[in-house]
Every structure is written in C-alpha cells, then in structure tokens.
C-alpha cells in the first residue's frame, strides 16, 4: 500500500482521525485523553524532554494471523484500542500523539512491516517513545526492526524483548506469520552478530509443542509458565523480570493480549483457557516503566469482532495508561 499521509516525517497509511468522547469540562483537572492526544498538530521535535513525548501508531493488520490460521480480525484493533483510551482521565499530563495507522492489505504483510520498522525508527530517532497499537503478533518484527534500525549503530547496547503471552511465537515458516515474530528476529539478530536477549512471560505449555520448547532451549529464552505467573507468585515475577532487566540496556516490551484469561480477554483469536492475572500483567508493566528502560511498546491480538462489552480492550486500555504515566 502506498504512503498517503506524513506527520512530521512518519509516513502512515492512514491519518489519525479525530478523537471524541464525554467533556466534563476544558480545565486539567476534566482532562480525558480525547482532549488531550495531540493529532492535529502533530510535530516531530529533536529535542528530547522528560518524560519523552508518546506517539501511538496502529498497525492495521492480521494477515499474519491468516497465515497462522488463526481467526482474523485484529486489523480493527488500533481503531478498539483507540475508543478505549479516550475518555479515560488524564492525571500527570505527558505529550500523547497520534500519528495514524499502516495498513496492511490483503496478504502485503511484509512491506507492511518495512513501513511500521520505518515509521518506529523515525519516531525513536525524534526523542519519542512510540507504543505501536496492533495487529496480529506479527506487528513485533516490525516493530522491532524499527528499534534496531534506531540502535544500530550502537553496537554495545544490548536490547530486550520482554514478550508477555501466551506463546512463545518462535515457529519456523517459509514466510512472517504471527507465530513467527521472534524466531525471525533471532535470525536477524545472529546475521547482525548481535545477542538475541528474548524473555517470555505467561507460557501455557499446553499450547506450545515439544519443538518451540527446545526451540527457545536452543536460543537461549528465558521464561515463565503461566502456572508460575499466579498473584501469590508476583515477587518472583518481578524477580524475574528484574534479573532480564538487568542484563539489558534498552527494552522493547510486547503485550500479547491472549496472555490474560479469557474471562478478562475474550477478544482475542486464541483465548487462554489459564492465563496470567491483570494485577500480574499490570504489575509488570508498572516495573518496566519505572525501570528507566523502556523504549518500545506494542500491544496486539485485539480482536474486536470476538470482543465482549469491549471488556479486552478496556483492559489494554488501562495498560496503556499505566505504562505512558498518564
């Protein structure tokens, strides 16, 4: 699909539309994030304030999940997403803009990835912090390649992917699917003669086959079963986390919503018959943005046509909000 729209430089598919929602009044302390994302005057500045600017980005896709043979749908998750965020209340403002959406058409996944890589790497090279709304799973190599495009050159840095989900997604494929983000990302990473530092949070052994456990084995993946995910194991969640933590630089974080029960996150393509706890997941995503290194964010597999009372994307909401410090 070709580019149609450019804000400040990031070439998008589609522009961010206009956001709405209930007005209790202008002042900031009535602040709802309709009122607040920043779409009409949207620029990229070089100088880098504290916090850094957000600027969401969707990446309208599920062609991967076709590939994969899941159910399709979440190329309307940004669009969810975006609904969800809006009237929820702004507390500690930071700058939050929409930059709108890649769109990926029909089976067009990997140019679609090359678009979302660049529009990432130029939105990180700007001073912001881009949380990439999804899209199928295989919105990471996209986003991904944009933060190693971005840290290239910096050959000492060593950069994480905290993965939280159900599924390890390190099939081996002739072609990107959602099952393949990171073993794609493994091959990348080897070619570039850099360390692979992949951790996963929320395994269900159940859906992963013999073949993806010795896969990770074989790649050097950190993981926890959900089993070990339970509230009454959070020490040792954040322990863990905190030991991945330390032995990277700058991290990439990916939230796969099938993570989650599906009592709590029916709208996804595969629902998690276990899953991990929402004050587990919601834990861990308050400790990384207090960690001081967290670069990247994306969350996917938001699938609002399986959705119920839009209860999955309320909570990807209210995980966005916390990690942004809103």
């Not at 029916?266 to 998690?272: I, K, L, N």
């Not at 967290?294 to 938001?302: G, H, K, S, T």
Request: hydrophobic share 40%; charged share 20%.
């Amino acid at each position: 699909m070709e580019n149609n729209a450019s804000h400040g430089g990031v070439q998008v598919d589609r522009p961010a539309a206009v956001w709405g929602g209930r007005i209790d009044g202008d002042g900031a302390e009535h602040l709802r994030w309709h009122q607040h994302v920043n779409s009409d005057r949207f620029a990229l500045s070089e100088e880098h304030s504290t916090p850094r600017p957000v600027a969401l980005l969707g990446f309208a896709s599920d062609a991967g999940v076709l590939r994969n043979q899941g159910r399709t749908g979440a190329a309307s998750g940004p669009q969810a997403l975006r609904a969800a965020l809006s009237s929820l209340a702004i507390h500690q403002p930071r700058a939050v803009h929409d930059t709108g959406d890649i769109v990926v058409l029909g089976d067009e996944l990997e140019s679609g990835q090359a678009r979302l890589a660049k529009a990432v790497s130029t939105l990180l090279d700007a001073g912001m912090m881009p949380v990439v709304l999804g899209g199928g799973h295989e919105t990471a190599y996209g986003s991904f390649s944009g933060l190693f495009e971005h840290l290239r050159q910096q050959e000492t840095t060593r950069i994480g992917i905290i993965n939280l989900d159900a599924h390890f997604d390190l099939r081996t494929a002739s072609r990107r699917s959602s099952g393949t983000p990171f073993k794609d990302i493994a091959n990348d990473m080897q070619e570039a003669g850099r360390d692979f530092n992949y951790a996963v949070l929320g395994i269900s052994e159940p859906n992963n086959t013999q073949v993806l456990f010795d896969q990770a084995q074989a790649l050097g993946v950190r993981y926890l079963v959900d089993e070990e995910c339970g509230s009454s194991n959070l020490k040792e969640v954040i322990k863990f986390v905190d030991e991945f933590l330390e032995s990277i630089d700058q991290l990439y974080l990916t939230i796969d919503l099938d993570v989650l029960p599906a009592a709590i996150a029916p709208g996804v393509s595969a629902p998690a018959a276990y899953g991990v706890p929402l004050e587990v997941i919601h834990a861990v995503c308050r400790h990384v943005t207090r960690s001081g290194k967290l670069a990247l964010v994306d969350v996917v597999e938001l699938n609002p046509s399986l959705d119920i009372d839009a209860r999955t994307a309320r909570t990807a909401a209210r995980l966005i909000n916390t990690l942004i410090g809103v």
